[in-house]
């Protein structure tokens, strides 16, 4: 609008004239973007995002509450004898956050034979090949204090000593990424670089591209600490994400100026007007992408709330950045920006736009044939829940990345434990009750064993020979706690009904009895997110579509564009589908809101440039002809990017979810830059005049120089 012009215009004047001081401002506010960064807690449990008010959460904070207990882990001792096994227990027992340790020794009266206890009692815990400790910490799974209990356990304990459990998994999962963090965003910035220097018409301007860039990606992880925290997820590809998507901003503002300076222009006046003319541009295509960054804050599961936050706030930080600090910069180093450009790589890309006008009928068959498979691939995504295959990257995590993993077989191999629940329950429950309600757990198919004070104890002994102890363990003043072993994986769907059944029990006989642990936890999340999922890419794609409408002022031209990236949305995780690759829960919305929201861009930049030309007199095919061949450039240069930021990452990345996450997004971005540059001009050859009629100054235009 003029209003739009007038004011941009005005802040190209302003910036131009006080570019020394916007770097001067720009360099200082590092130092307290640095310090929020190195300040921002990471969180890596992701069934901490869960609604607080869910019963498994209500339970979990109870058991805190109550018990003081939080995280626990079960640690398996291979082929030790018991004196070297009391030896590691007392250890255990030094260590800072670790409230109680639990083992045969513990469960047993040392004035009581040890043949009086129930035999289950005894196979749980000791067998001939291997014994079983469990440790309870006095703060929650992924709490600070729990995951460095998990690191002394691990140095106090011998080789044949192996720490299972959630926390032991999520202090792995730290390590692994601290090591990785900073590689990711180098490997992304190398990659980036070679393609911006080979693509763009500079060598310089792509490192000064990324300069302004990394500046806005530290503004953004720096102001997180207004969070306290964010997700390993966010923190892992916050950076590249932000690296991938904003890069259009800084070679739309570099085509404007050199069209500017090509022309004759003076510096200042050309990048005034760069500015100028950037701002314009990248509003609509910037909303669209923080749109779709913003509809994964819908998801009850929290932590698309925190992904969508800071990725929306990162494209904002990077439209600033790009007006003004990249502006500045150019300005500073425009001597030797002169000297070093080149003739760019792309070919004139005239003769393909025309190739695709004049067949633009194949090309909307095209569409159609593969939309079905598309849809098909999509629908048959695989996608999991299982924390094991979430982490493990194609080849596989090794015993010293993720020495928890051994661990977890080991713990199924000796003892046949796949997971443990845990059951709070009322302290007043009677004993008849409660042995009646152990026992029907007990024939839940997969229930290994159930160990509560009436397991303990059985029918041979009174509770007064309950050890303190252990007393101390499982009861409080208002509640017990049992814990249930099960043979099964988390997120099956054995698992799954098993938790159903010991449900059911529970509440026949203790209706306000909760059953919590990472099995039923990862239950909840498995009902939240199908839901989830469904309402983030309809708010997302009713979103895009309005801004697109207000945008473009078209009826029609939303729903071609919406349509044209839905479809590569599809082809993209629906080549998933057909391969069988396994996805963890949160990638197919992440990808879809992700793809959406930030190649859109692409279909934008071509729609605005039909609609100009168009408006202009010319007839339709010169009208998607000039649109096509004009946008091509600048979207290929812009997918490259994109692919290049991510790519690496994802061939690079050890962390199964961070490196299908980038893949995809890579691939993606190939798909949609494919999927607009050969099918979009043909969406708008076939539909030109529904557009006209249904596009704000444009409906007296078809007739008047439709020419083919």
Same mark, same amino acid.
């Given at each position: 609008?003029?209003?739009?012009?007038?004011?941009?215009?005005?802040?190209?004047?302003?910036?131009?004239?006080?570019?020394?001081?916007?770097?001067?401002?720009?360099?200082?506010?590092?130092?307290?973007?640095?310090?929020?960064?190195?300040?921002?807690?990471?969180?890596?449990?992701?069934?901490?995002?869960?609604?607080?008010?869910?019963?498994?959460?209500?339970?979990?904070?109870?058991?805190?509450?109550?018990?003081?207990? @939080?995280?626990?882990?079960?640690?398996?001792?291979? $082929?030790?004898?018991?004196?070297?096994?009391? &030896?590691?227990? +007392?250890?255990?027992?030094?260590?800072?956050?670790?409230?109680? *340790?639990?083992?045969?020794?513990?469960?047993?009266?040392?004035?009581?034979?040890?043949?009086?206890?129930?035999?289950?009692?005894?196979?749980?815990?000791? $067998?001939?090949?291997?014994?079983?400790?469990?440790?309870? #910490?006095?703060?929650?799974?992924?709490?600070?204090? +729990?995951?460095?209990?998990?690191?002394?356990?691990?140095?106090?304990?011998?080789?044949?000593?192996?720490?299972?459990?959630?926390?032991?998994?999520?202090?792995?999962?730290?390590?692994?990424?601290? &090591?990785?963090?900073?590689?990711?965003?180098?490997?992304?910035?190398?990659?980036?670089?070679?393609?911006?220097?080979?693509?763009?018409?500079?060598?310089?301007?792509?490192?000064?591209?990324?300069?302004?860039? @990394?500046?806005?990606?530290?503004?953004?992880?720096?102001?997180?600490?207004? #969070?306290?925290?964010?997700?390993?997820?966010?923190?892992?590809?916050?950076?590249?994400?932000?690296? &991938?998507?904003?890069?259009?901003?800084?070679?739309?503002?570099?085509?404007?100026?050199?069209?500017?300076?090509?022309?004759?222009?003076?510096?200042?006046?050309?990048?005034?007007?760069?500015?100028?003319?950037?701002?314009?541009?990248?509003?609509?295509?910037?909303?669209?992408?923080?749109?779709?960054?913003?509809?994964?804050?819908?998801?009850?599961?929290?932590?698309?709330?925190?992904?969508?936050?800071?990725?929306?706030?990162?494209?904002?930080?990077?439209?600033?950045?790009?007006?003004?600090?990249?502006?500045?910069?150019?300005?500073?180093?425009?001597?030797?920006?002169?000297?070093?450009?080149?003739?760019?790589?792309?070919?004139?890309?005239?003769?393909?736009?025309?190739?695709?006008?004049?067949?633009?009928?194949?090309?909307?068959?095209?569409?159609?044939?593969?939309?079905?498979?598309?849809?098909?691939?999509?629908?048959?995504?695989? !996608? *999991?829940?299982? #924390?094991?295959?979430?982490?493990?990257?194609?080849?596989?995590?090794?015993?010293?990345?993720?020495?928890?993993?051994?661990? $977890?077989?080991?713990?199924?191999?000796?003892?046949?434990?796949?997971?443990?629940?845990?059951?709070?329950?009322?302290?007043?429950? %009677?004993?008849?009750?409660?042995?009646?309600?152990?026992?029907?757990?007990?024939?839940?198919? @997969?229930?290994?064993?159930?160990?509560?004070?009436?397991?303990?104890?059985?029918?041979?002994?009174?509770?007064?020979?309950?050890?303190?102890?252990?007393?101390?363990?499982?009861?409080?003043?208002?509640?017990?706690?049992?814990?249930?072993?099960?043979?099964?994986?988390?997120?099956? %769907?054995?698992? $799954? +009904?098993?938790?159903?059944?010991?449900?059911?029990?529970?509440?026949?006989?203790?209706?306000?009895?909760? !059953?919590?642990?990472?099995?039923?936890?990862?239950? =909840?999340?498995?009902?939240?997110?199908?839901?989830? #999922?469904?309402?983030?890419?309809?708010?997302?794609?009713?979103?895009?579509?309005?801004?697109?409408?207000?945008?473009?002022?078209?009826?029609?031209?939303?729903?071609?564009?919406?349509?044209?990236?839905?479809?590569?949305?599809?082809?993209?995780?629906?080549?998933?589908?057909?391969?069988?690759?396994?996805?963890?829960?949160?990638?197919?919305?992440?990808?879809?809101?992700?793809?959406? @929201?930030?190649?859109? =861009?692409?279909?934008?930049? /071509?729609?605005?440039?039909?609609?100009?030309?168009?408006?202009?007199? %010319?007839?339709?095919?010169?009208?998607?002809?000039?649109?096509?061949?004009?946008?091509?450039?600048?979207?290929?240069?812009?997918?490259?990017?994109?692919?290049?930021?991510?790519?690496?990452?994802?061939?690079?990345?050890?962390?199964?979810?961070?490196?299908?996450?980038?893949?995809?997004?890579?691939?993606?971005?190939?798909?949609?830059?494919? /999927?607009?540059?050969?099918?979009?001009?043909?969406?708008?050859?076939?539909?030109?005049?529904?557009?006209?009629?249904?596009?704000?100054?444009?409906?007296?235009?078809?007739?008047?120089?439709? &020419?083919?």
């Amino acid at each position: 609008t003029e209003f739009e012009g007038s004011y941009s215009m005005k802040l190209g004047e302003k910036v131009v004239k006080h570019r020394t001081l916007i770097l001067l401002i720009s360099l200082f506010l590092l130092i307290p973007a640095t310090i929020g960064y190195l300040s921002t807690g990471i969180n890596y449990d992701m069934l901490s995002y869960l609604p607080k008010d869910m019963e498994t959460m209500k339970g979990q904070d109870l058991l805190l509450k109550e018990f003081g207990k @939080g995280g626990f882990s079960i640690v398996v001792t291979e $082929n030790m004898s018991k004196k070297d096994v009391a &030896g590691v227990v +007392s250890e255990y027992k030094k260590i800072k956050h670790v409230d109680s *340790v639990l083992d045969l020794n513990k469960v047993i009266n040392p004035s009581v034979p040890r043949s009086m206890y129930p035999e289950l009692i005894r196979k749980h815990f000791d $067998n001939k090949k291997a014994s079983m400790i469990v440790v309870f #910490f006095n703060t929650s799974t992924s709490d600070s204090g +729990s995951l460095e209990a998990i690191k002394e356990i691990r140095s106090v304990s011998t080789k044949n000593c192996y720490v299972s459990g959630m926390t032991a998994c999520i202090q792995d999962l730290k390590s692994l990424c601290e &090591g990785e963090e900073l590689k990711y965003v180098v490997i992304a910035v190398i990659l980036s670089l070679l393609a911006m220097m080979v693509l763009l018409d500079s060598y310089v301007a792509p490192v000064i591209f990324l300069l302004c860039i @990394g500046m806005a990606i530290l503004y953004n992880m720096g102001s997180n600490i207004f #969070f306290g925290e964010i997700s390993y997820i966010t923190q892992a590809i916050a950076a590249v994400l932000q690296l &991938g998507v904003t890069m259009d901003y800084s070679i739309f503002l570099w085509h404007s100026y050199m069209e500017n300076l090509d022309e004759g222009e003076d510096d200042e006046l050309a990048m005034s007007q760069a500015v100028n003319d950037t701002l314009v541009s990248v509003t609509g295509s910037s909303i669209t992408t923080v749109a779709g960054f913003l509809a994964l804050c819908f998801m009850t599961y929290t932590m698309g709330l925190d992904l969508g936050i800071v990725m929306a706030k990162g494209v904002i930080l990077g439209v600033i950045s790009s007006v003004t600090i990249l502006p500045s910069m150019l300005l500073f180093f425009r001597k030797i920006l002169k000297k070093t450009r080149h003739k760019t790589l792309i070919p004139d890309t005239h003769n393909l736009a025309k190739g695709l006008t004049s067949r633009y009928g194949l090309y909307i068959i095209i569409f159609l044939l593969l939309a079905g498979p598309a849809i098909y691939g999509y629908e048959k995504n695989n !996608v *999991v829940y299982d #924390f094991e295959k979430i982490l493990n990257g194609r080849q596989g995590l090794s015993v010293h990345q993720a020495p928890f993993l051994e661990a $977890n077989k080991k713990l199924e191999e000796h003892f046949h434990i796949g997971t443990t629940h845990m059951i709070i329950a009322d302290a007043e429950l %009677s004993g008849e009750k409660g042995s009646a309600m152990t026992k029907d757990i007990e024939k839940v198919p @997969g229930v290994k064993n159930v160990l509560g004070a009436d397991a303990f104890l059985g029918s041979a002994l009174p509770k007064e020979l309950l050890p303190n102890e252990i007393k101390n363990l499982l009861l409080s003043d208002k509640h017990q706690m049992i814990m249930v072993n099960s043979e099964y994986k988390v997120s099956t %769907s054995k698992c $799954n +009904s098993q938790i159903d059944e010991i449900n059911k029990i529970t509440e026949k006989y203790d209706k306000s009895a909760k !059953v919590i642990g990472e099995g039923p936890a990862m239950k =909840d999340l498995i009902n939240l997110t199908g839901n989830d #999922f469904k309402v983030v890419n309809i708010i997302s794609i009713i979103a895009v579509f309005f801004i697109i409408m207000f945008v473009l002022k078209s009826v029609t031209l939303p729903i071609i564009l919406v349509a044209v990236i839905e479809f590569a949305i599809y082809v993209n995780l629906g080549i998933s589908g057909y391969t069988g690759l396994e996805l963890a829960f949160i990638v197919p919305v992440c990808i879809s809101t992700i793809q959406l @929201g930030s190649t859109v =861009d692409y279909a934008i930049l /071509t729609s605005t440039r039909y609609k100009t030309e168009r408006m202009g007199g %010319s007839n339709k095919r010169n009208a998607i002809i000039t649109a096509a061949a004009t946008s091509m450039p600048s979207i290929i240069t812009s997918a490259a990017g994109f692919f290049t930021a991510t790519f690496g990452v994802g061939l690079y990345s050890d962390v199964g979810v961070i490196s299908t996450i980038c893949i995809l997004m890579a691939r993606g971005a190939l798909i949609s830059m494919a /999927t607009v540059i050969l099918i979009l001009p043909a969406m708008l050859m076939a539909f030109d005049k529904i557009i006209c009629k249904t596009t704000l100054g444009m409906g007296d235009l078809y007739g008047k120089s439709e &020419g083919i």
